[in-house]
């Protein structure tokens, strides 16, 4: 398997069931109100813990040099994202660079190439770009923003989809009210078989393999590789020499093309959305203040 950037989704519905919680740490589950992530964490339980209205974005991949580095970005609490090395807390990001960090890798897809295509450059930039931290403790509202996982599987744009697949509005499972008409029996039986092909789908695997469990919805031809998306299941695959290279949530390519406006941020300098310089590219808050003016969060 070429492991110079393999990026996946971390998410019960893509990387299977969570590894169990470690002794004297409490359960957790999709209802938590708050989590305390320290050194003892583990990346893939932290992510799977997270109240999917509280999630707007993550990612997991194999750097060049072999650490698994993950990521999830949040909607509320007071921290932006985390970010992990080798499963473990590496640093945190604040609400200003997470959006701005969304909001580039979009600008990326939308260009119209994909951000995975340098996704060694983010991945690297993000860690140097984050703040070391041993403990953070995390308090989720349980209000949904317009950015959230939730909010895009809920989102009007997919009702076409929903109605094939009966999408329900929990990304992580399938959560889906049972109707008494045949056609909403089969449309749920049809998810439930797709849902369950594409959780056995992992990084490495060939092209072939994932349109044997299901032909894309929508497909993008880009230099060098391909888009493959698949916007009822939230997800989408970036395929290389016929290789599984990328697995990202929710699908940047879908939402680049139907919702751009949940990449925008106010006053950001678009030009600058490179792996390189994303942080600078949306104003710091408070320069903009120093300027009598304001910096409104687009997820708070």
Known sequence: MDTR????????????????????????????????????????????????????????????QGRIISYIAFTDTDTGGLVFVDQKLHGTLSH???????????????????????????????????????EVKLEFSGKSTAQSIKEVAESPLLKKLKSLFGLGSNPFGILNSLNTTRSDLEGRDQ???????????????????????MKPESVSFLSGGMVMAYPSHLVEYYVTDGVI??????????????????????????SLCTPLHWKEALPDPRLLARNGRTYSDPGR
């Not at 339980?45 to 750097?63: G, K, N, Y």
């Not at 290279?245 to 006053?267: H, W």
């Open 96 to 134: 200003h660079d997470a959006h701005a960090f969304y909001s580039c890798r979009g600008y990326a897809t939308a260009a119209p190439n994909h951000w995975a295509q340098e996704a060694a450059d983010w991945a690297a930039s993000l860690l140097a770009n984050s703040t070391p931290a041993t």
């Open 245 to 270: 290279k990328v697995i990202q949530q929710p699908s940047f390519y879908f939402l680049s093309r139907t919702n751009t406006a949940l990449f925008y941020a106010p006053d950001i300098q678009w």
């Open 5 to 64: 950037f393999i990026v996946g989704v971390v998410s019960i519905a893509i990387m299977g069931c969570a590894m169990a919680p470690k002794p004297n740490k409490p359960d957790r589950n999709f209802n938590a109100t708050n989590l305390t992530v320290d050194l003892t964490s583990n990346a893939r339980q932290v992510l799977d813990s997270i109240p999917t209205e509280s999630a707007m974005d993550r990612f997991e991949m194999i750097d060049p």
């Open 191 to 213: 998810f439930d078989k797709a849902q369950k092909g594409l959780s056995l789908i992992s990084l490495g695997m060939s092209e072939t393999r994932l349109a044997e469990v």
